[in-house]
């Protein structure tokens, strides 16, 4: 089939209104910009790095360090390196988790960059860095987070790497790439532009194990001139793309978005003029460890609200499934359908319109089906439609040890003596405009207790659970929503009804309290399974 051509003009004016969907649908994440950094408390204490410096400093701002390595050997947690105008080595690598902060000195342009595809990027092997507002260029690999939790990288400028640009790998979690640019990745043959995860054959990188580099956030972000924009490989799952623009990719076979993996969210993305496909979808047939040999990656992935224009082969290319896709996700002007099933097909929900439609394709008709003749009854409502949203952060603090952070546990525990409480946290998107009709916040008790607990609702969001301690902990300022008193029995789910505060896309903050100085223990979201979760029931 013969693709389908886009001039330049016509290129620019769909990048233009591609750029429009996208600064619309950012006036959330414009809202909550650096909510993932307010929650973590940086000390007074600030590392300067000056490549015009003489070796030999202190990190002092009358005694800078000379490379962003000296900085980072040195630095504490809690601290933040400040790096002045200049064009440092990029190879630097973590020492010691943080927090710390890495960001220009006001006003500074700083380049990492890699002496002509001599050295690789950056490479973060420790948890809670937040670096921000830099240039990575000429590298041969470009910035890695390996086996790293809560890294995030946001307004970075990244390009001409031989590689990969950015990668995330060997169980990394909990991280997030969001507002940056990325193009030219991929100079020596593959590179894409976000890489997530390992795939099943290259297992025996990772010890053998499946790289679960799971629940990471990329949003935001214009990646463009690479093979492909963002691949998630086969067993990384729960993460969430949303409000990309990505376009003029190479890899004919894959797409502008490549998922091979499981349960992840696609939410608002551009993808435009790619030689593949806008979208892609379907994985490997591997061993996988609850379902044994012979599984086949990368189903149930939750499609909302995305298009696809002017793609060389389909709009969205399913190649296994099922899919939770329906026609919020539209394109016109692909080569072949806008919606390609290489293998089993599924429905995609669209009223008024057939499930694949040969190119060029409209919008989807969004006409509501005819009312029913006197004969045929009362008209009966489209069926509600739920989705399941992960915590994106869970901690609890206490009143007799406030400054100690319990980001890490993998249990999550309520008490009243001491003073115990759980906050928890959930992004929700991806509702289209449609109504809340009920939202449950599901837990899984894994120690038992005598009841006698509330829920509450907390105004603030910009807390993080690897700073939130007792002492810094947000006010819980909500009403309460829900008030158990009954006995817990662990190994059972309990299921709260939060409905009052959830009115659609956003973010949502929950305390829980104890009533009962008998302790209650959840799993967390760092635990190995049954994790919390929100479940949103929308209406038509």
């Given at each position: 089939?013969?693709?389908?051509?886009?001039?330049?003009?016509?290129?620019?004016?769909?990048?233009?209104?591609?750029?429009?969907?996208?600064?619309?649908?950012?006036a959330?994440?414009?809202?909550?910009?650096?909510?993932s950094?307010?929650?973590?408390?940086?000390?007074?204490?600030v590392?300067?790095?000056?490549?015009?410096?003489?070796?030999?400093?202190?990190?002092?701002s009358?005694h800078?360090f000379?490379t962003?390595?000296?900085?980072?050997?040195?630095?504490?947690?809690?601290?933040?390196?400040?790096?002045?105008?200049?064009?440092?080595p990029?190879?630097?690598?973590?020492?010691?988790?943080?927090?710390?902060?890495?960001?220009?000195?006001?006003?500074?342009?700083v380049?990492?960059d890699?002496q002509?595809?001599?050295l690789?990027?950056?490479?973060?092997?420790?948890?809670?860095?937040?670096?921000?507002?830099?240039?990575?260029?000429?590298?041969?690999?470009?910035?890695?987070?390996?086996r790293?939790?809560?890294?995030?990288?946001?307004?970075?400028?990244?390009?001409?790497?031989?590689?990969?640009?950015?990668?995330?790998?060997?169980?990394?979690?909990d991280?997030?790439v969001?507002?940056?640019?990325?193009?030219?990745?991929?100079?020596?043959?593959?590179?894409?532009g976000?890489?997530?995860?390992?795939?099943p054959e290259?297992?025996?990188?990772n010890g053998?194990?499946?790289?679960?580099t799971?629940?990471n956030?990329?949003?935001?972000?214009?990646?463009?001139?690479?093979e492909?924009?963002?691949d998630?490989?086969e067993?990384?799952?729960?993460?969430?793309?949303?409000?990309?623009?990505?376009?003029h990719?190479?890899?004919?076979?894959?797409?502008?978005?490549?998922?091979?993996?499981?349960?992840?969210?696609?939410?608002?993305?551009?993808?435009?003029?790619?030689?593949?496909?806008?979208?892609?979808?379907?994985?490997?047939?591997?061993?996988?460890?609850?379902?044994g040999d012979?599984?086949h990656?990368?189903?149930?992935?939750l499609?909302?609200?995305n298009r696809?224009d002017?793609n060389?082969?389909?709009?969205y290319?399913?190649?296994?499934?099922?899919?939770?896709a329906?026609?919020?996700n539209?394109?016109e002007?692909?080569?072949?359908?806008?919606?390609?099933?290489?293998?089993?097909?599924?429905?995609?929900?669209?009223?008024?319109?057939?499930?694949?439609?040969p190119s060029?394709?409209?919008?989807?008709?969004?006409?509501?089906?005819?009312?029913?003749?006197?004969d045929?009854?009362?008209?009966?409502?489209?069926?509600?439609?739920?989705?399941?949203?992960?915590?994106?952060?869970?901690?609890?603090?206490?009143?007799?040890?406030?400054?100690?952070n319990?980001?890490?546990?993998?249990?999550?525990r309520?008490?009243?003596?001491?003073?115990?409480?759980?906050?928890l946290?959930?992004?929700?998107?991806?509702?289209a405009?449609?109504?809340v009709?009920?939202a449950?916040?599901?837990?899984?008790?894994?120690?038992?207790?005598?009841?006698g607990?509330?829920?509450?609702?907390?105004?603030?969001t910009g807390?993080v659970?690897?700073?939130?301690?007792?002492?810094?902990?947000?006010?819980?300022?909500?009403?309460?929503?829900?008030?158990i008193?009954n006995?817990?029995?662990?190994?059972?789910?309990?299921e709260?009804?939060?409905?009052a505060?959830v009115?659609?896309?956003?973010a949502?903050?929950f305390a829980?309290?104890?009533?009962?100085?008998?302790?209650?223990?959840?799993?967390?979201?760092?635990?190995?399974?049954?994790?919390?979760?929100?479940v949103v029931t929308?209406?038509?």
């Amino acid at each position: 089939m013969a693709a389908s051509r886009l001039t330049d003009r016509d290129n620019r004016h769909r990048w233009l209104v591609g750029l429009l969907v996208m600064l619309l649908a950012s006036a959330f994440v414009l809202a909550t910009l650096g909510q993932s950094t307010a929650g973590r408390a940086f000390a007074e204490t600030v590392l300067y790095v000056d490549d015009d410096a003489p070796s030999g400093g202190n990190g002092s701002s009358s005694h800078p360090f000379r490379t962003l390595q000296e900085a980072l050997d040195a630095v504490q947690p809690g601290q933040v390196i400040r790096i002045r105008s200049g064009v440092y080595p990029s190879n630097a690598e973590t020492r010691r988790d943080g927090p710390v902060l890495i960001e220009p000195d006001a006003g500074a342009s700083v380049i990492l960059d890699g002496q002509g595809g001599t050295l690789n990027g950056p490479r973060f092997v420790h948890s809670s860095y937040t670096v921000r507002g830099l240039e990575v260029r000429n590298t041969k690999e470009g910035v890695r987070i390996e086996r790293a939790r809560g890294v995030i990288l946001e307004g970075l400028h990244i390009h001409h790497v031989k590689n990969e640009c950015v990668r995330l790998r060997y169980q990394t979690t909990d991280s997030v790439v969001r507002n940056s640019r990325i193009h030219d990745c991929g100079l020596d043959g593959n590179g894409e532009g976000i890489y997530l995860g390992t795939a099943p054959e290259q297992r025996y990188k990772n010890g053998g194990k499946p790289d679960e580099t799971d629940r990471n956030l990329i949003e935001g972000n214009e990646i463009w001139a690479v093979e492909e924009g963002i691949d998630i490989k086969e067993d990384s799952s729960h993460n969430v793309l949303r409000i990309n623009v990505v376009h003029h990719t190479t890899d004919e076979n894959s797409g502008g978005l490549n998922v091979r993996s499981d349960d992840n969210q696609i939410l608002g993305n551009y993808s435009y003029a790619n030689r593949g496909a806008g979208f892609r979808f379907g994985g490997d047939i591997a061993w996988h460890p609850l379902y044994g040999d012979g599984y086949h990656y990368g189903v149930r992935n939750l499609l909302r609200d995305n298009r696809a224009d002017g793609n060389a082969r389909y709009g969205y290319k399913f190649m296994h499934g099922p899919q939770d896709a329906d026609c919020s996700n539209t394109g016109e002007g692909n080569g072949g359908d806008l919606y390609h099933f290489g293998g089993e097909s599924f429905p995609i929900p669209c009223p008024g319109t057939p499930v694949s439609t040969p190119s060029p394709v409209p919008a989807p008709d969004f006409t509501p089906t005819p009312a029913p003749s006197p004969d045929q009854g009362a008209q009966q409502p489209p069926p509600a439609t739920s989705a399941t949203f992960s915590a994106s952060d869970d901690a609890r603090v206490r009143a007799d040890r406030p400054t100690k952070n319990f980001g890490t546990e993998t249990k999550i525990r309520i008490d009243a003596d001491p003073e115990t409480d759980v906050y928890l946290k959930f992004a929700v998107a991806g509702s289209a405009g449609r109504s809340v009709v009920s939202a449950k916040l599901r837990l899984y008790v894994v120690e038992s207790g005598k009841g006698g607990m509330v829920v509450r609702s907390v105004t603030d969001t910009g807390w993080v659970e690897s700073a939130i301690t007792y002492a810094n902990r947000p006010p819980i300022d909500g009403p309460v929503l829900v008030q158990i008193d009954n006995a817990l029995a662990s190994g059972s789910w309990i299921e709260l009804d939060v409905t009052a505060a959830v009115n659609g896309d956003g973010a949502y903050s929950f305390a829980i309290e104890s009533l009962n100085t008998d302790g209650i223990g959840f799993a967390s979201r760092n635990a190995k399974r049954n994790q919390p979760q929100l479940v949103v029931t929308y209406g038509p």
